[in-house]
């Protein structure tokens, strides 16, 4: 049947269907910092941040963003800068930087805050992008509508994993000063979820080069999630099976599950063969005959010890799960076997028309 108005694409949320494309990868540096820290370190770089400026990871983690600067750096883009970070608000300004080598460069910076249930900063994130001689005049206001996309996607995809950890922290009255604190510090693993996004971003590019997509390919995206994880965590001994059938579903429950997975079959291999030479886990994501979809992950390792909840609000994973859950009207559910466990998750939102 012929639609009377054409489905937007994917990527017409972002304005722009270049904006995500490998932007890990390619020319687009990105950073985050801790305003929260002395001195608002950066906890975070992407590939790119370290091919621009020629500093590498180890270098520049736990130090302040100021170190870019130089002797010819404007003062009043400095201040810029400091003004908007007191203030907890967005700025775009373009700043000379230098490189590791010493030589300068032109830098077009965008900066947002990632903010918590309260409007408070809990990070900044920074997107960053060289301004060759020939891209000054000639493409200043579309480089700069460019950045301003990727740092809209990043920073609200961010901001839901911020808001479903402090969110569930601030609904207990009784929490202590201290122990907000130490949520706040938990905080800390945000760049790894980072990782994850970046993978949702390159199936959305995807989906919009194939004039026949209606959605993100669930089923391609979980599986190069969970084999990522497999060859990052995994260890001798231990077999990995992931069994997804293609479904196709809108940004929104692709951030979601991508997210879950990511936390769920990380914390099986962390945590399911301690003590055990040989294991198996098993990822399995099929299409529900009545709708909506079933996920489940399956190990026979050690188990998840029956006095103990899953998942625990007391971790950061367990936290995020539950509220990501909650955002999809999903279920988890746990059954421990004699021999390790088996994760159940339905999820009955979320999907577009697919066809096979």
Known sequence: MERSVEKPKLTSVLDDSQALAGFSRLSVAMV??????????IVYINDAFERTTGYQRSRVIGRNCRFLQGPDTDPKAVQMIRNAIEAGEDVSVDILNYRATGEAFMNRLLIAPISDGLGKPVYFLGIQKELRDDEKDRAS?????????VCSRVGQDLGLIVNSLVDNAEADDALSPEARKRQLRMLDVLPRRLECLQFVYEEMKLADQQWNRDGIDLGSLLSRISHTIA???????????SLVEPLEVNLDAAIRMALITFELVSNAFQHAFDGLDQGYLELRVNRLAAGGLRMTISDDGVGIPRK?????INSVGGRLVSSLLE????TLNVVRGAAGTVIMIDVPVGFTDFKG
């Not at 305003?35 to 608002?40: A, G, L, T, W």
């Not at 955002?327 to 999903?330: A, I, N, P, Y």
């Open 327 to 330: 955002g999809l009207d999903g």
């Open 141 to 149: 206001e579309a480089t700069r509508l460019h950045l301003d996309t």
């Open 308 to 312: 103990m909840s899953f998942p625990s």
């Open 32 to 41: 985050i910092t801790n305003p929260n820290s002395d001195d608002n370190p």
């Open 231 to 241: 060859h990052n965590e995994g260890r001798p001994g231990v077999r990995f099976v």
